[in-house]
C-alpha cells in the first residue's frame, strides 16, 4: 500500500477564497523555483539526484527480456525523446485519455505480452522516469483539443471545484494563492513538470497521481484509486497549465 | 537488479586523488516508525558497506538510523593503477548487494 502522506497543509480552509475557473496563470513558475536552495542543488546534479536511482533501473528495465522495449523502440535517446511533453494525450486504442504510465503498460501488455506494472510500482516508476528524462528540458505541449476535449473541460471543472472536509478547490491554493506561505510551505503553483518525482517526503520517486491523491488526502477529499480517470484527465489540465514549462524529469520536491 | 549508482571520473592519472560518489536504492528503515496499521516496521538499515580497489579494502562504512533513505557517499581515494572498485554491502534484514565500476588510470 501506498502511503500518500500529508502533503497540501492544513489550515487553508478559513481563508475564504474566490475562484478563477480554469484561467491559467499569468507568469508560469515551475515547482523548483519555489524550493529551498539545498534542494535546488540536488536536482541539479545527476550525481546526488536520488531519481537518478530509477532512471538507472528503468533503463535497465528497457533492454531487459526477450521482447525488451528497446527491441522495437531502439536507443530511447532518440525514440522517446519529446513523448513525456506530449502525455496525457487520447488514445483513439483505449478511448481514454492516458498517460505516460499507462501508455507504458499498454505497451508492456499488448506487444510485449507481460504482466501490467502496478500503478505506483517501482518498476513502473522507475520505467516512466528514464522515459520522461529523455525530454527532458523540453516544454511541455499537450493536445487538449479534438477527442481530448471533454476529458479536459472536467479536469478543468474538477480544478475549480471546491472538495473535501477543507472545502478547497486545486485553485484555491494554487491559483489564488500561489507564492504566499502556508506554514513553513510556500505554495507553488502546482504543476506537474518535474514529475516522475523524488520527494524528500516519500523518500522514493513517485507518480504525479501520486502526488494527486496526496493533495486530496490533505483536502480530506475522498481519494480517488489510482489509475483512476478523473485523476488522468487531472494530470491532462495540469500540463495544459504547465504548458511552455520544461520537463524536470527526475525533479526533486519536498 | 542492481538499484545503486557509483560516479567516477571518466579518465584520472595515477597519483590523482579521485572523487567516488556512490548512491545506492535502500529504504534505511529507522524502527522507530509504524505503519498505517499502528505496527511498528522493523529496523532496517546498511549495516556495512565496503569498496575494494583492486585488493585493497578503501572503505568500510556502518551506516545506522541517522542516515536517510538511499543513502550518497562521496569519499576520495588515491589512483594507482586501473582496475574495479567493487562496492558490497548488506542491510539488517541480510540481504547483500553488491555494485562495481571500472576507474581507468592513466600513465
Known sequence: ?254 | MAFARIQLPPSVKRGDAVEVRVSIRHPMETGFRVDDDGRTIARNTLKSLTCRYGDREVLRASLGSGIAANPYLRFHITAVASGDLVFEWIDDAGERGDARAALVVAG
Open chain 1, 1 to 254: 500500500m501506498t502511503r500518500v502522506g500529508f502533503a497540501c497543509a492544513a489550515g487553508a480552509a478559513a481563508l475564504g477564497l474566490a475562484l478563477v475557473a480554469g484561467a491559467a496563470p499569468a507568469a508560469s513558475r515551475s515547482g523548483i523555483d519555489y524550493a529551498g536552495a539545498d534542494v535546488r542543488a540536488i536536482q541539479a546534479d545527476d550525481a546526488q539526484n536520488p531519481g537518478m536511482l530509477w532512471v538507472d533501473r528503468g533503463r535497465a528495465l528497457w533492454n531487459d527480456g526477450p521482447r525488451a522495449c528497446a527491441g522495437c523502440h531502439g536507443d530511447a535517446a532518440s525514440s522517446m525523446k519529446g513523448v513525456a511533453v506530449r502525455h496525457p494525450a487520447w488514445s483513439a486504442a483505449a478511448r481514454r485519455v492516458v498517460d505516460l504510465e499507462d501508455r507504458i503498460n499498454a505497451c508492456r501488455v499488448e506487444r510485449q505480452r507481460r504482466p501490467a506494472f502496478a500503478r505506483e510500482s517501482e518498476d513502473l516508476n522507475a520505467l516512466t522516469a528514464f522515459v520522461a528524462t529523455q525530454s527532458r528540458g523540453m516544454p511541455i505541449a499537450v493536445d487538449v483539443t479534438g477527442p481530448a476535449q471533454p476529458a479536459f473541460e472536467r479536469a478543468r471543472d474538477f480544478y475549480a471545484t471546491r472538495r473535501g472536509q477543507m472545502n478547497l478547490a486545486c485553485a484555491s491554493c494554487h491559483v489564488e494563492n500561489a507564492g504566499k506561505r502556508l506554514l513553513a510551505e510556500t505554495i507553488s503553483e502546482g504543476h506537474g513538470n518535474g514529475y516522475p518525482a523524488y520527494r524528500l517526503e516519500w523518500q522514493a520517486v513517485g507518480s504525479l497521481q501520486r502526488r494527486l491523491r496526496a493533495c486530496l488526502y490533505g483536502i480530506r477529499a475522498s481519494l480517488p484509486p489510482e489509475g483512476a480517470d478523473v485523476l488522468t484527465e487531472l494530470e491532462l489540465y495540469l500540463a495544459w497549465r504547465a504548458s511552455g514549462l520544461p520537463v524536470e524529469a527526475p525533479g526533486v520536491r519536498r
